[in-house]
Nanobody, 115 residues
Framework: QSQLVESGGDSVQPGGSLRLSCAAS????????LAWYRQAPGKERELVAR???????DYSDSVQGRFTISRDNAKKEVYLQMNNLKPEDTAVYYC?????????WGQGTQVTVTS
C-alpha cells in the first residue's frame, strides 16, 4: 500500500525558513514525478514545485528563487527548502507522487507565516 507522510510544517516569522520532508513507502519511488502542492484557506490547491524522475525541476512563479525541491531516491524522500517565507506562503503543503495515471497524496503539513 502506497503512503506519503509529510513533516516539517511549523509557524515562522516572515523572512524565516523551513524544510519540509515527505517520506514515501509502497511505490517504486525513483520512477515517480514528485511534487509539492499547497492549499490556502478558500483557495484551490496549487503546484509549488516538482522534480521529475529525470530530475528536471519546475517551480511556480511565486516561489521561484526562494524554494528548492530535491529528492533522495535512496531514502525515498522528497524535500522542500523554503527560504524568505512570506505571509502569502501560509497554507497546508501536500506531497504528491505521480506515475502515468497513478497519483498519491500525503495528508498535508501546515505552514504558517506570521509576525
Amino acid at each position: 500500500q502506497s503512503q506519503l507522510v509529510e513533516s516539517g510544517g511549523d509557524s515562522v516569522q516572515p523572512g524565516g525558513s523551513l524544510r519540509l520532508s515527505c517520506a514515501a513507502s509502497g511505490i517504486s519511488f525513483s520512477v515517480y514525478a514528485l511534487a509539492w502542492y499547497r492549499q490556502a484557506p478558500g483557495k484551490e490547491r496549487e503546484l509549488v514545485a516538482r522534480v521529475r524522475a529525470n530530475h528536471r525541476l519546475d517551480y511556480s512563479d511565486s516561489v521561484q528563487g526562494r524554494f528548492t525541491i530535491s529528492r533522495d531516491n535512496a531514502k525515498k524522500e522528497v524535500y522542500l527548502q523554503m527560504n524568505n517565507l512570506k505571509p502569502e506562503d501560509t497554507a497546508v503543503y501536500y506531497c504528491n507522487a505521480v506515475l502515468e495515471n497513478r497519483s498519491n497524496w500525503g495528508q498535508g503539513t501546515q505552514v504558517t507565516v506570521t509576525s
